[in-house]
């Protein structure tokens, strides 16, 4: 049976759907597809809900996972409301997604057309429609731009989410939003203000509401960033910024990666004067940026800065989840190095020496490694590669047979055996059953390549992990980081006081280790 599915995903252009939730624009899509499908008698497998915003295919994992079977050879056809639903990214996205479905042979079917990839005037129309779609998307995005620009310089705030210290409030008999003062969250900011023209710095100003359990927004404690972004947002002062926020692109190990840069001082992107009040007034807005450069003052770490904690990005809290940095006291006080919870005030779990924390990350290192090239080199997925191989042969005997019997079909109805009725009726089922076994050999071959991937990759781990091991004295704090991070995702600490030392490991690859290794480090005398 010729199998089906059914991609939903709400865009920019459901203008008639923009008052509905994401929910129920794909409902209402959902039942167009259907009715189509009842229609013309197709049987629909599985049906994809794609609820996130994203332009490209790397933020849209049910895109990933439709293309994926689709590439397989699975489906007959995809269908969708409209083409644009599929990719409406850059130039490498809808060239990907054309020759998925141009390979595979699988039509993309719509309300209006059905696009055939083995006609080349489809396929041409197919990609002239991605284009399009493209150079739509680019329009709105330039027009929402340009929207958001023209609503900034008119003193409305644009964003969704109020800043701490206001609610978003609509404009009367106009379209758009501004903001009005918060009863409750107001005071916290201009206090907040004034703590800082006293020269107390973020920490003690977050220790301080902490300590006085004055919550955020969310219920959280306060960090030292929430009160930096509080102090030099110019909101506060009833001004509107724009343009201090950016998303750079960059391209890592072959994906695109996004990150946000965002800009700190005011006369680095454009000011409007708001609709809304002001919670403090601008010399204090200003006087507090002038405070917080001389703060700065010059960079505390200079160019030639060296890492000096080899678990960074790797350590975190086991018990709040924060980062567990490296700190160092007085030297005065011939202090040692030590690792503490970056939230300690709050969260409470002991600080230990940076030896002791160090030996007991090696020995986990160590005994995890000694399981793990064990279970690699016994289990691995050599079992279930050969089971595969040997149902790949079954499949490819058996698509001889069928073969043989299509020949046989052809001399048959050459001899006169065979009406011509009775080869197309042969040949249409001998083709069918072909087919389905082209899309089992295409899928268990994907699924062989995605094991041999992670098989090598798994025992690749082994030489890494021996040369962390065996070369740890002599590599330098750099490279320790790099090593570790090659075969770890995450290491969580945590120690009672006067306790051991207690290192949850999350080695990479973990459906052979189960994810994680508990090891305690018994304490020795520092």
Request: positive net charge; glycine residues 6%; aromatic residues 10%.
């Amino acid at each position: 049976m010729e199998q089906y599915v059914i991609y939903l995903r709400k865009s920019r252009m459901d203008r008639d759907y923009a008052e509905l939730s994401v929910d129920e624009t794909l409902k209402r899509h959902e039942a167009i597809l259907d009715k189509l499908a009842a229609e013309r008698g197709y049987h629909i497998a599985k049906t994809y809900y794609e609820v996130v915003s994203g332009e490209s295919i790397a933020a849209r994992p049910e895109i990933q996972k439709m293309l994926e079977e689709v590439s397989a050879g699975l489906y007959t056809g995809v269908l969708v409301v409209d083409v644009e639903r599929l990719a409406r990214g850059n130039g490498a996205d809808q060239a990907y997604i054309s020759q998925v479905f141009q390979f595979s042979g699988t039509k993309i079917i719509t309300p209006s057309k059905t696009y055939d990839p083995s006609n080349e005037f489809d396929e041409e129309y197919f990609e002239f429609g991605l284009f399009m779609s493209r150079r739509e998307y680019k329009t709105i995005n330039r027009r929402l731009i340009r929207g958001r620009n023209s609503s900034a310089s008119e003193g409305k705030y644009i964003s969704s989410i109020p800043p701490y210290g206001y609610r978003r409030k609509k404009l009367e008999n106009e379209k758009g939003y501004t903001l009005e003062p918060d009863e409750q969250e107001a005071p916290v900011v201009k206090e907040i203000f004034e703590l800082f023209l006293q020269y107390n710095g973020t920490k003690r100003i977050a220790n301080y509401l902490n300590d006085k359990r004055i919550p955020t927004r969310h219920g959280d404690l306060w960090s030292y960033s929430t009160i930096s972004n509080i102090v030099t947002n110019p909101v506060y002062m009833g001004k509107i910024r724009r343009g201090w926020s950016k998303q750079i692109k960059s391209i890592e190990d072959g994906a695109v990666v996004k990150r946000i840069k965002r800009k700190k001082n005011p006369e680095d992107y454009p000011l409007y004067d708001g609709l809304h009040p002001a919670l403090i007034s601008e010399e204090t807005f200003l006087l507090a940026q002038r405070i917080r450069q001389e703060r700065i003052g010059k960079p505390k770490v200079d160019a030639t800065h060296e890492l000096q904690n080899p678990f960074a990005g790797l350590l975190f809290c086991a018990v709040c989840g924060k980062r567990v940095g490296r700190t160092v006291g007085s030297l005065r006080q011939n202090a040692r190095p030590r690792f503490r919870c970056v939230n300690m005030r709050n969260c409470h779990n002991a600080t230990a020496g940076c030896q002791k924390v160090e030996e007991a990350i090696l020995n986990a290192v160590k005994i995890w490694f000694e399981g793990y090239q064990i279970k690699v080199n016994v289990t691995g997925f050599g079992e279930d590669l050969a089971q595969l191989r040997a149902k790949l042969e079954e499949l490819q005997a058996e698509r001889e047979k069928l073969e043989q019997q299509m020949e046989r079909a052809y001399n048959f109805v050459e001899q006169g055996i065979y009406t011509l009725e009775e080869f197309k009726s042969r040949r249409s089922r001998l083709e069918g059953s072909m087919e389905s076994l082209d899309a089992q050999t295409a899928a268990l071959k994907n699924e062989m390549e995605r094991m041999e991937k992670t098989d090598f990759s798994r025992k690749n781990m082994i030489p890494q992990a021996e040369r962390l091991l065996s070369s740890y004295d002599q590599m330098s704090v750099q490279e320790r980081n790099e090593a570790l991070k090659a075969i770890v995702k995450r290491m969580e600490y945590r120690r009672e006081r006067g306790g051991p030392v207690e290192i949850d490991l999350y080695p990479r690859f973990d459906a052979l280790t189960r994810g994680r290794m508990n090891i305690s480090e018994e304490p020795k005398q520092e």
